[in-house]
């Protein structure tokens, strides 16, 4: 039987050793080569009523369907292959690219062309659920000599669409290639430069681009030893829309100039440009957001460690926001206004620590601010409740967590056997504490009083849960002039599970305030 | 009955994982047949910056062949010799697919027609058509062999006192 299950797992591991084999040789072919530009569906239908349905094929085929591009209401479903070097205008009452429908073009394995613009000029609507994927092909490594290949990235075509509605919730980009890298055998290699981006117009009295995403980025240049390639030109993003501009969840990116204009806006989701013209409402933007945090409230006192959840409301009647940056209580993130829904945001703190403060600095998309911050915060901390003078009466705490209490020499405790380095002897111990930790970590646990009485001195000892082995002890001399120090702390190296805190008044002439930490290091 | 040396399996997976960043991060997508092919986006090269600047040219050559000596190793769990003959053979492997790229007329034309419609067989014309032949990537192959073999060498030695 024994000699069965040696067998199964002989042959279980020489499966395993054809199958790395073969991993190791589609590694090989799988990660080398190229040649992507997708592939080309072909079919074609057609659809009365007005409407013509494109389920995919090249700009001949389109054209079979009307040779001057000019339809009523077209819907691409499929995959509209452009040619190399074309720019074409397609004129329609309404164009819709459905989720499965997309304008490109393609290139077989040597050829390293631009790419093509397209010119879409709509009476009425213009929906983008699909993509315009016009962006220029990457450049490649290549040695000296090589015929094939081509180092430098290729330039992006433009986009440009006029309507009356424009909504994009897919794609367009229309970025330039990345730049290959040149080797020379024997010598440093060069990054070659990126291609140029194309440019992106979008026209219409209204424009969503809810959801949907601008890529006109520039082409980076490549890498190589003897120095990168320069990235390509950038390209601009024209955003015109005569009454409303809305993008909720979306993105803009444009290298160059990014012309905004739009008599009123709706606008949460980073635009990212290299220089912006922008008209709202018939002016420049240079009014920050508006900001307001919702809650917690002035004046409220939130509990150490507790989780905080805050919610602050933001808008921006210009650019729209683009962050929101959110500090205090030990917590400093910034959120992107994609996270931000219905003109809300909401945060949530997982363990408050100090400082007691909270401001929300929220950023527009022309980089005007503006601040909100509460006043009047304070933190709130567990509170010692008597009795808890014996391991099994000890408070339970939680971790982490900040414990103020009181301790002198005459309260009720218990009598304990401590030991101190090689000394050990019963004494009393006064106040008692219980917390559990769920992981093996370390854990530092303080104890810090004012040391009212020049004589004080105060001791901590750790415990397992029963309270009768001792894990771990801190018994400075605190009162001693050459040391003046009015702090215990135990670091400790705790696996999961409950455990007992002893505090100790070894001198307390008058009741002392303490305060107990119980965190990770 | 030989076991497995999970340690040595452990370092090829992490260095197959970590080469494959080179892919999804500093390559443009339309040069990666297992990215361009995937049926979802998995590219990052346009979304974060370069990672690996030009260290990353001839690093996945590098990592392919360590991880892979390191891997085989590791199921086969043999001697001195044993991983000598494993670094041989990766090496060769490596090197012929290298090599390939140079004599592009005469790789393609052994292929034989069936590949074409296999999915990662159908990208090995392409491999040899478009992949550029280079000196430093043999010499990154070369290295991530010997560097392999020593990684052997050393996680062995741990496994037998361990065992003693």
Known sequence: ?521 | MQRINKTQILIGTIGLLFGSLVYLIDRPPDQTYFVYSSPINISLSNTIPSLFASIGNSLPAFLHVFSFIVITAGLIFCNKKGYLIICLSWFLVDSAFEVGQKFTTWSTSILPNWFAGIPFLENTENYFQKGTFDLLDLAAIAFGTVIAYFVLITTNKSKRKETI
């Open chain 1, 1 to 521: 039987m024994k000699k069965t299950g040696n067998m199964f797992v002989k042959n279980l591991r020489y499966l395993c050793l054809v199958g790395v084999i073969a991993l190791g040789l589609m590694t090989i072919v799988g990660t080398g080569g190229g040649g992507g530009g997708g592939g080309t569906s072909t079919s074609t239908t057609t659809t009365g009523g007005g409407t013509t349905n494109f389920a995919g094929g090249t700009l001949d085929e389109l054209k079979a369907l009307s040779p001057n591009l000019t339809f009523d209401d077209l819907e691409i479903s499929g995959k509209l292959v452009l040619p190399h070097y074309s720019s074409e205008t397609i004129s329609v009452n309404s164009l819709t690219i459905t989720s499965t429908g997309s304008i490109g073009y393609t290139y077989s394995t040597c050829e390293y062309v631009d790419a093509p613009s397209i010119t879409i000029d709509a009476s009425e609507e213009v929906i983008i659920e699909g993509s315009i994927s016009l962006y220029g092909r990457s450049g490649t490594r290549v040695t000296s000599g090589a015929t094939c290949n081509s180092c430098y990235g290729q330039d992006g075509g433009n986009v440009t669409i006029s309507a009356e509605t424009i909504t994009v919730s897919g794609s367009i980009d229309n970025h330039g290639g990345s730049g290959g890298t040149l080797v020379f055998s024997g010598y440093p290699s060069s990054g070659c430069s990126g291609g140029a981006s194309g440019n992106t117009s979008l026209m219409a009295t209204t424009i969503d681009l809810s959801g949907g995403t601008v890529n006109t980025r520039a082409g980076s240049g490549g890498y190589g030893g003897g120095g990168s390639g320069s990235s390509g030109a950038a390209g601009t993003v024209d955003l015109i829309a005569t009454d409303l501009f809305k993008m909720i969840s979306g993105s803009v990116y444009s290298s160059g100039e990014l012309t905004l204009q739009a008599e009123q806006t709706e606008i949460y989701g980073p635009i990212t440009y290299g220089t912006m013209i922008e008209t709202i409402g018939g002016a420049t933007d240079n009014t920050p957001p508006d900001v307001v945090i919702q809650s917690p409230q002035d004046n409220s006192a939130i509990q150490w460690g507790d989780s905080l959840d805050v919610t602050i409301q933001v808008s921006d009647s210009g650019t729209g926001v683009n962050n929101l940056q959110v500090t205090g209580f030990g917590y400093d993130e910034t959120h992107s206004a994609t996270e931000v829904i219905n003109g809300v945001l909401t945060v949530t703190i997982a363990a408050v620590t100090t400082p007691a403060s909270l401001s929300v600095t929220a950023t527009d998309n022309k980089g005007n601010n503006d601040t909100a911050s509460l006043t009047g915060l304070s933190m709130a901390y567990t509170q010692e409740s008597e009795p808890n003078d014996s391991p099994s009466g000890a408070q339970v705490v939680d971790f982490p967590d900040i414990i103020e209490g009181k301790i002198q020499k005459d309260d009720a405790g218990t009598d304990t056997l401590l030991v101190y380095g090689s000394v050990s002897g019963t004494e009393t111990v006064e106040d008692w504490y219980t917390f559990t930790v769920d992981s093996y970590a370390t854990y530092d646990i303080t104890l810090d009083f004012s040391g009212s009485d020049s004589t004080t001195d105060i001791d901590l000892f750790l415990f397992d849960s029963s309270g009768a082995t001792q894990l771990g002890q801190s018994y400075v001399d605190n009162p001693n002039p050459a040391i003046l120090d009015y702090t215990e702390s135990i670091r400790a190296y705790l696996d999961t599970g409950t455990y007992i805190i002893g505090i100790q008044a070894y001198i307390v002439a008058s009741e002392e305030n303490y305060t107990l930490t119980i965190a990770s290091p």
